[in-house]
């Protein structure tokens, strides 16, 4: 074998073989460096006789003293069951690292080490498991291990996935189509589009960062992403009329009232029956009014739930989601999420990723996710690479530091 290293693989043949490839993931797109525009980057390839058998859209960040870091998000795609090709490509990346000043090299390849149902937890893993750690471990990388939490490394180890798998729509759960059923009831729509969504689906996102405490993402990088991938990139978005909803709340209400006060002294219990559902019926009056006042008392859809995924290549990331809680009851959210599964099986994906999880599968994210019968990908997780040994335990101190900043942006 004749192996040639390259930093500058043309986005074509970039992309043909990182779609192609068993390991493909969005952040190993072409492309993802134009989102990740506040790095630097090089998109790395191994050629053997003219034919690239490796690429890795590695990112440069800046770090004080003038050094710099690589990270290779969900990378490098290549086949890590050849040592050889393995310890080429790393052997040739830390000579341009060195030249650009890095300390280490931070990467997390889509390796599986274990694949299961949520019901069906366990701590196994593959048996090619440790060979990838053995193959790592000769080329001078350090194993963060198998860590549980979201929090402890940049991308999730655990992921929640759905297969495009024969039957997977009709055997959904009983209870994920009831609560389907109950969106339709209540003539919950789904429209699909692009960027003009964007103003939309931002304002549903805002309401989740406040409802949760968390930081997400703002409009202006939701219009990146969507004009960066304007083929894959798409918004879901959950519609109902809520003109039409206060109107026949108030006849409602009006109905009841009605019947209480022709309702016999002696049907205590058909009174109360009446008097809650008269309760709950002003509560909704009082949700649809708050609506009415933000947004006008027009005839008109209203957005009540979002989803911005983007299909690359055999796979689907469903990136962001939103929802007005306001409109928990309508139960837009799995009727959405089950849209967006068909709208990405019907363009040929082979999965769609519904994104990270706690290890330990007990947390809400992980109970949502699980109304639409998914698999548990756990991944090897992350590693470092040292470039500049002497600096390296200064470097873990300086990637924290990196890596708060690299969140807030």
């Known amino acids: 074998m004749a192996y040639q290293f390259e930093t500058n693989i043309p986005k074509d043949e970039y992309d043909t073989f990182v779609k192609n490839n068993p390991l493909c993931n969005l952040l190993q797109s072409y492309n993802w460096a134009k989102v990740k525009d506040n790095w630097d980057h090089i998109y790395t390839g191994v050629y053997d006789h003219k034919e690239l058998v490796a690429a890795g859209l590695v990112l440069i960040r800046n770090l004080p003293l003038h050094m710099t870091m690589f990270y290779i998000p969900r990378g490098p795609i290549l086949d890590y069951n050849n040592e050889r090709l393995v310890g080429y490509y790393f052997q040739e990346l830390k000579r341009i690292a060195k030249k650009r000043h890095c300390l280490f090299i931070k990467f997390d390849p889509t390796l599986h080490v274990n694949d299961y149902a949520s019901k069906d937890y366990n701590e196994n893993r593959y048996e090619s498991t440790q ?30 996935n759905v297969y495009d798998t024969e039957g997977w729509e009709e055997n959904l759960p009983k209870h994920t189509k009831r609560l389907i059923k109950d969106a339709n009831r209540r003539n919950v729509e789904i429209v699909t589009g692009g960027i003009e969504l964007v103003d939309e689906f931002s304002r549903l996102v805002e309401m989740t960062e406040e409802r949760k405490h968390v930081a997400l993402r703002n ?119 089950v849209e967006n599964f068909r709208w990405a099986f019907e363009r040929g994906c082979k999965w769609s990723n519904m994104g990270g999880v706690e290890g330990s599968l007990d947390d809400g994210l992980t109970k949502f996710k699980d109304n639409f019968n998914p698999v548990i990908n756990e991944f090897i997780g992350e590693f470092d690479l040292p470039v500049n040994k002497a600096l390296f335990k200064m470097s873990e101190k300086a990637y924290t530091v990196a890596k708060s900043r690299a969140k807030e942006q």
């Not at 109107?247 to 022709?262: F, G, V």
Request: aromatic fraction near 10%.
């Open 131 to 160: 060979k990838y750690l053995d193959t790592m471990k000769k080329i001078g990388a350090v194993h963060h291990g198998f860590t549980m939490n979201i929090a402890d490394t940049v991308q999730p180890r655990f992921q929640s």
């Open 219 to 337: 409009k202006e990088y939701f219009e990146k992403l969507m004009k960066t991938y304007p083929d894959g990139g798409v918004i879901f978005l959950a519609k109902c009329n809520v003109h039409r909803l206060a109107q026949e709340a108030k006849e409602k209400k009006e109905s009841l009232l009605k019947e209480l006060d022709n309702l016999p002294e002696n049907t205590k219990k058909k009174r109360r029956r009446l008097e809650d559902q008269l309760r709950s019926n002003e509560k909704d009056l009082k949700e649809f009014n708050e609506v009415i006042e933000e947004f006008g008392d027009n005839d008109k859809e209203i957005a009540i739930a979002g989803i911005l995924s983007i299909q690359y290549g055999p796979t689907c990331e469903m990136l962001y989601a939103g929802m007005d809680q306001r409109f928990k009851k309508f139960m837009p959210q799995y009727k959405e999420y």
